[in-house]
């Protein structure tokens, strides 16, 4: 394949969101795209390459070059501060990040800690509020942390908050809404412009489109 264009992206939500994305914009993915197990998927119809990856992977892989393009959450963005350009905001996968903890719990007032995956964010945020608070990163099953006496608040990802609930927990503050980007690598950019550009305005004009019926 010449001219390929290597695009990273996480499985799962996103990744279904995306490839329907790029069907309305007129790329033609096979079906079996949807449901491969594979972590490298060439589509040589459109000269596509798709690395499957890790959600904080993803900005790693293009800011390194190994991926020309990425979809990323807003989230990882501001997490990982990678050296990419943010091209587009795909308005999909949407969710906010917030603060939350077990109801009727104030923050300790001598050491106050927030269990978090998102260290850098949760920590710029305390930090902005005026409290200064101990953060414990975690990888998974943040919920926990309060429940258990790890944390006093946690900050995660809430999309309908239904973990919340189900967990006893309730959110005290939202932090900042969070969607999907396209993002660049800056060599990529400049080299691969005008397939980048005809892929950036094909996306545009679906994701204008889908706003407007909304």
């Known amino acids: ?3 390929v264009l290597t695009i990273a992206m996480p499985k799962g939500r996103i990744f279904e969101e995306a490839a ?16 491969s197990r594979k972590l490298i998927i060439d589509v040589e119809e ?3 390459r798709f690395i499957l990856a890790k959600p904080m992977d993803v900005p790693t892989y ?11 959450g807003k989230d990882v ?3 990982e501060e990678r050296d990419v350009y943010e091209l587009l905001d795909l308005k999909i996968s949407a969710c906010y990040l917030a603060v939350a903890g077990l109801p009727n719990t104030k923050l ?6 927030v269990a978090t995956k998102y260290p850098k964010v949760a920590a710029a945020y305390f930090r902005e509020q005026g409290s200064q608070v101990e953060i414990i990163k975690l990888n998974g099953s943040i919920e926990l942390a309060p429940i258990i006496g790890l944390s006093d608040r946690i900050v995660d990802i809430v999309s309908t908050g239904k973990t919340l609930v189900e967990n006893g927990l309730i959110e005290y503050e939202r932090i900042v809404d969070i969607t999907s980007r396209l993002i660049v690598n800056p060599a990529s950019y400049r080299m691969k412009d005008e397939r980048i550009s005809d892929l950036v305005e094909r996306l545009n004009h679906v994701v204008k489109g889908n706003a407007l019926t909304r």
């Open 62 to 72: 293009v800011e390194h070059g190994v991926a020309d393009l990425g979809i990323a």
């Open 20 to 35: 329907n994305l790029l069907r309305e914009a007129g790329f033609k993915l096979p079906p079996e795209f949807d449901d």
């Open 1 to 3: 394949m010449s001219d």
């Open 108 to 113: 300790n007032e001598i050491a106050p800690r």
């Open 46 to 48: 459109e000269n596509f």
């Open 77 to 79: 963005m501001l997490e």
